[in-house]
Each structure stands twice: as structure tokens, then as C-alpha cells.
Nanobody, 127 residues
């Protein structure tokens, strides 16, 4: 089992940047594929980005492609989301998620594919 704790959210002006972190407990972090999701008020949770368990490959939603960068540092048991050129429509609670993936070569875009979730961190982008 793994526990996830997000940090790094806050209030930023449009065009600014934030870096979210997701710290994981446990000794087998390198065997977990991970992802970022977000949920805005009144909307469903949506996929943002995902990374292989190895950290070697990533995949992002079209809405954030070219602006957000997901990365995974297995030595530090931490996943990151670097968010640049933020827009007001990026305002949401951001969640990190994890699931076991021993094969190391899979993306998981559906929230139902993940077994573990963090508590979320609020990101607010003002116009």
C-alpha cells in the first residue's frame, strides 16, 4: 500500500507557474504508474497527465500539452507536475494517483484505473 500527499498548490496570476509535488510512502515507489487529475467546482474529475512507473515516458491531456510537465523521481519517492502558462480554466483541486504496474510500460488515463489517491491541493489562477 502507498500513501500520497500533494503539495505546492496556491494562488497565481494567469501566465504564471506552479510546481506540484506528490510524495509517496513505501519502498516500492518505482513499481507504481502515476497520474495527475483535477476537478473544478461543478465538474467531473478529469485526467491531466500520467507517467510510467519507471518515469521514462509520459502522456498529457491535450488541454495541458506544451504547458504542463509531469515527472517522477523514484529515488525521492516523489512525482511532480510543473505547470507553466497557467490559465484561469486550470483552476481546480489537483489530485495525484498511483497504481501498481510491474511491467513498467503502461499509461493509465482513466481515474478508475488507480488504486491510491492523495487528498488534493487547490490551484487557483486569477485573470
Amino acid at each position: 500500500q502507498v500513501q500520497l500527499v500533494e503539495s505546492g498548490g496556491g494562488l497565481v496570476q494567469a501566465g504564471g507557474s506552479l510546481r506540484l509535488s506528490c510524495a509517496a510512502s513505501g519502498r516500492t515507489f518505482s513499481s507504481y504508474a502515476m497520474g495527475w487529475f483535477r476537478q473544478a467546482p461543478g465538474k467531473e474529475r478529469e485526467f491531466v497527465a500520467t507517467v510510467w512507473s519507471s518515469g521514462r515516458n509520459t502522456y498529457s491531456a491535450d488541454s495541458v500539452k506544451g504547458r504542463f510537465i509531469i515527472s517522477k523521481d523514484n529515488a525521492k519517492n516523489t512525482m511532480y507536475l510543473q505547470m507553466n502558462s497557467l490559465k484561469p480554466e486550470d483552476t481546480a483541486v489537483y489530485y495525484c494517483a498511483a497504481r501498481r504496474d510491474y511491467s513498467g510500460g503502461n499509461y493509465y488515463i482513466q481515474s478508475a484505473a488507480y488504486d491510491y489517491w492523495g487528498q488534493g491541493t487547490q490551484v487557483t489562477v486569477s485573470s
